[in-house]
């Protein structure tokens, strides 16, 4: 999710397929499903020019807010928050309780 605190319109390129719109003067877009990866070679598109967007690792399971406040030096600035935390438990650990629903 995004928020621009711009006052112009922005364009996002997260990568090379998803694109995102927001309006201006703090307008959310809505909640995208990515996968895990880095992602640091995102575009930001405004009226003032188009800028490179580093969002970093977006790990399994987590949801961030990602706030673009202003631009300067040629980039935009933007503020990444963690809203749910990474999921950090295996998988595996799942295994003793089917085995205890599947014997009784």
Not at 19 to 27: E, L
Not at 55 to 64: K, P, Q, R, T
Not at 66 to 76: D, E, F, K, L, P
Request: net charge neutral.
């Amino acid at each position: 999710r995004f928020i621009n605190g711009l006052s112009q319109d922005v364009n996002l390129t997260i990568d090379s397929k998803r694109f995102i719109a927001v309006q201006k003067n703090y307008s959310a877009s809505e909640y995208s499903l990515l996968q895990r990866d880095k992602y640091n070679n995102g575009k930001c598109l405004t009226e003032t020019g188009e800028f490179t967007l580093e969002l970093g690792l977006l790990d399994f399971g987590a949801s961030y807010t990602i706030v673009i406040t202003n631009v300067s030096g040629g980039a935009v600035k933007t503020w990444k928050s963690e809203d749910i935390k990474a999921n950090n438990v295996h998988m595996a650990w799942q295994l003793p309780q089917y085995l205890l629903i599947s014997a009784g």
